[in-house]
């Protein structure tokens, strides 16, 4: 009971573990409008057809829709803020996000899938809690954040430990977006940024979310992302989507251990359904052979008595002596083969198994082939390539067939010669 308990508590937790997703700009081809909830798993296939490549769909989403597929994004930002639910930004259009799964496991499947359509993008992932030393020549060049101004703050302490990482983390946001603009060369193919920010979390398990020094947190960040979102629309005049997201990481395996001993338990009911399924058949393919073995029997024993019957017609003085010498034999027959019921239904029912295991295992092997993914280029090269060959040869032999041999065909220069000695 306190198992049952734990795991819808559990379950209601995983429900309530959303975040917010913002999209702070997109080109005019590119629309984001209402109000659905998307999954954080999902963000793969929205970034994927923002860049005009073919989603996987797992899923539907109205959120997005594509007005001109000519002119779609050069680039992609994505700034991931790590450790809280809700990110207040006055600007972008915001859906709620259910965060299902890790910020870099979100990375991981869309650089995966840009590297299945080419593998000569930019794709660049910075992750700013490494701190400017970790991060050293980024794709973007070097970068140069000037000192914090103490003065400006007013509940954030440089002192605490909590404090400056964060704090870096915002002054490398701004040296981003100071570089952003020369750095970047726009070209055909589109690029992606990925900016994962981790020192809000600190911030907010030291002081609480509700506190000055959180909200001044937040300010920062905000201004911060803004410098970025301007910089890079300046850089790709516009042709960039930029989107921001947060990420709970400690949510998202409580999440993710939730689902996993949901998944376990159905896994093991179904095998037990499976168990008591197959126990089942074979009582009933024993029960059927054990009729179906009686059924002979009787038939053979009816047989027998109508034997009987005309001999005790025939020969009426012993037909006493006949039922038991005709029972006799019977019993002798079974006993001299030394072949029982009992025997016999085990060796039908071991047969029956037998078939039973053979035809489970054709329906195994019997599985659709699999090809590759050139297969179906291949295919439709050689179809239409047969069809356009078969109608020119058509079209060659009637244009022949129909061809008047006069002076100018190739049939009379072919046979000029001969023509001229027979004059």
Not at 23 to 48: I, K, M, N
Not at 329 to 357: A, I, K
Request: glycine residues 6%; charged residues 25%.
């Amino acid at each position: 009971m306190l198992k049952t308990i734990f795991c819808l508590v559990a379950v209601l937790v995983a429900v309530k573990a959303n975040g917010d997703f913002v999209v702070l700009h997109s080109p005019s081809t590119v629309l984001f409008d209402g109000e659905g909830e998307v999954e954080q798993s999902f963000l793969t296939e929205v970034f994927t057809a923002a860049l005009g490549y073919t989603a996987k769909l797992r899923g539907t989403w109205n959120g997005m829709s594509i007005t001109d597929p000519f002119r779609l994004p050069e680039a992609v930002v994505v700034m991931a803020i790590e450790g809280i639910d809700s990110l207040d930004i006055p600007k972008g259009t915001r859906f709620p996000l259910n965060v299902n799964e890790g910020e870099e496991t979100t990375w991981q499947a869309f650089r995966q899938r840009l590297d299945e359509r080419d593998d000569d993008n930019i794709l660049v992932r910075i992750y700013l809690g490494d701190g400017l030393d970790a991060l050293g020549q980024s794709a973007l060049g070097e970068l140069k954040p000037t000192p914090i101004d103490e003065t400006s703050l007013k509940a954030l302490n440089l002192n605490k430990e909590e404090d400056k990482k964060f704090l870096e983390e915002v002054q490398l946001l701004h040296a981003i977006a100071k570089k952003a603009p020369s750095a970047i060369k726009p070209d055909s193919k589109p690029d992606v940024y990925w900016l994962v920010v981790s020192g809000l979390q600190p911030v907010f398990d030291a002081y609480g979310s509700n506190s000055t020094s959180s909200k001044e947190a937040l300010v920062l960040l905000n201004n911060a992302l803004n410098m970025v979102r301007d910089a890079f629309i300046e850089a790709y005049d516009g042709q960039v989507l930029i989107v921001a997201f947060t990420n709970d990481a400690s949510k998202v395996h409580h999440i993710r251990s939730v689902t996993l001993e949901r998944q376990r338990r159905e896994s093991a009911t179904d095998n037990k359904i499976k168990s008591v399924g197959s126990t089942s058949e074979l009582k009933q393919l024993h029960n059927n052979t054990y009729f179906n073995n009686n059924n002979i029997q009787i038939k053979q024993n009816e047989d027998e008595e109508k034997k009987n019957e005309d001999e005790e017609e025939s020969i009426t003085d012993s037909a006493s002596t006949n039922e038991p010498n005709s029972d006799t034999r019977d019993t002798t027959v079974n006993s001299d083969s030394g072949v029982t019921e009992t025997d016999q239904d085990q060796n039908n029912m071991g047969e029956n198994m037998n078939s039973n295991t053979q035809i489970t295992g054709q329906e195994i092997k019997n599985i659709s082939k699999k090809y590759t993914q050139n297969y179906p280029i291949i295919f439709n090269i050689v179809l239409w390539f047969g069809i356009i060959f078969v109608f020119s040869l058509l079209a060659i032999c009637i244009t022949i067939g129909d061809m008047d041999p006069g002076r100018d065909s190739i049939i009379y220069r072919m046979t000029s010669n001969r023509m001229k000695k027979d004059n």
